[in-house]
């Protein structure tokens, strides 16, 4: 008898420590009444919610951006500039021009017009924009081929015809946006030059009405050929001087003492200053063109400087004018660049809710959490079986009232 209980304990202390093999599923078909239960209720509710779903749909378009290129007529044109071509060219060009469509795409200007334009407000049940903002920014995708350079717009939405119109309202938007910033080479181009001109304008008109007050006091209209000649080969070259001047200070800006271009354009100021030198000291030779202004009569002198002025402020004014004309007809060019690959139409198929999808993934989290919840409760039946368990749940009741009795 005492070799059979030593045998017995033997094997008791040969049986390896912890659960099992059996246990668990012991356990589970223990539970399965409660296993079976849960599951069943989290399907039912799931089911309930997945039919109230409603199904959204999910329209897609396409854009080319519009690809940066030197115009035929911008260069002719530019090229009576010299190294302002180059400045107006490729010192404005844009980085990438595909990421900038992209960005004006997520700004909030075009998503503001969106939500005017078909009331998205209401549609998302918003309380102000901000709101409607995010939850449009929530249903759009805009994307940008790395390889093609196509950018992408998918609107999802509940309505199918909404969520094509949403999507090709994001392009109508960007044309708009598009004809009031400068996102182009030709677009800078034609700011600046229409902001010189208008200075240009203003000047000339001053000129103009300053002339006019002088031939009302002295009574002088007509001027002799060789000084009518004079001022105005004074007045073009005055003009040209300062437009290389404007070249010359903006190429300081980013070129240094010793890029070629710039001492080029230095030299070219300095040879165009000299040259007006002569001319006013007439100096030039023995063409009618060459009279110095100080040979004109003294009492003509007055009107002699502000007709100059004039000749110099119109031919200042001409220039211009003629780079935002070209700079006006590149732009054109450019907007037509914007075009829409795939225009959105409404999806005849949804693309959500994947109701199938959702059961199965809902099924299996109700499943392992009716296992854990199993595990947890026969972990809790066995602690109470524990003589301890008892006062160590005194003790936690006691600690949540206020600390430990003493």
Request: glycine share 6%; hydrophobic share 45%; no cysteine.
């Amino acid at each position: 008898m005492e070799i059979g209980e030593e045998t017995s304990l033997a094997r008791h202390d040969q049986e390896p420590s912890g659960v099992s093999f059996p246990e668990p599923l012991i356990l589970l078909a223990k539970r399965k009444f409660f296993i079976l239960k849960f599951v069943g209720i989290a399907i039912l509710v799931t089911l309930v919610v997945v039919l109230f779903l409603h199904n959204s749909y999910t329209a897609t378009t396409k854009i080319l951006p519009p690809q940066q290129s030197q115009s035929i007529a911008s260069t002719a044109l530019l090229s009576q500039l010299g190294p302002l071509a180059a400045l107006a060219g490729g010192g404005l060009g844009l980085r990438n021009p595909n990421e900038i469509y992209v960005a004006m795409l997520h700004s909030e200007t075009v998503a503001n017009g969106l939500i005017d334009r078909f009331s998205l407000m209401s549609a998302y049940k918003s309380k102000n924009r901000i709101e409607a903002r995010r939850k449009l920014a929530n249903v759009t995708e805009i994307s940008l081929g790395a390889k093609d350079g196509v950018v992408t717009v998918s609107v999802q939405d509940h309505s199918p015809r909404r969520a094509a119109d949403l999507a090709n309202g994001y392009i109508d938007e960007l044309e708009k946006l598009t004809k009031t910033l400068a996102v182009s080479e030709a677009g800078k181009r034609r700011i600046f030059f229409e902001r010189e001109m208008k200075s240009a304008s203003d000047d000339l008109a001053g000129a103009e009405v300053a002339l006019k007050q002088t031939e009302e006091k002295t009574g002088l209209i007509v001027l002799d050929s060789q000084a009518r000649a004079t001022i105005e080969q004074l007045g073009s070259l005055r003009a040209r001087i300062a437009v290389q001047e404007i070249t010359v200070a903006s190429m300081r800006g980013y070129a240094t003492p010793e890029n070629p271009d710039l001492i080029g354009a230095e030299h070219a100021l300095t040879a165009m200053k000299a040259e007006l030198a002569k001319l006013q000291r007439g100096e030039g030779g023995t063409t009618p063109g060459n009279v110095p202004i100080e040979k004109v009569p003294t009492v003509g002198l007055e009107y002699v400087r502000k007709f100059r002025e004039v000749k110099y402020r119109e031919a200042l004014f001409e220039l211009l004018a003629r780079q935002f004309e070209a700079a006006k007809i590149d732009e054109a060019k450019d907007a037509l660049l914007v075009q829409q690959l795939d225009k959105a139409t409404p999806p005849e198929e949804k693309s959500g809710p994947h109701r199938g999808l959702i059961m199965i993934a809902v099924t299996i989290l109700a499943l392992l959490l009716a296992i854990l919840i199993v595990f947890f409760m026969e972990a809790m039946d066995q602690a109470k079986e524990d003589p301890q368990f008892a006062t160590r749940l005194q003790l936690f009741r006691s600690y949540l009232r206020g600390g430990p009795q003493s």
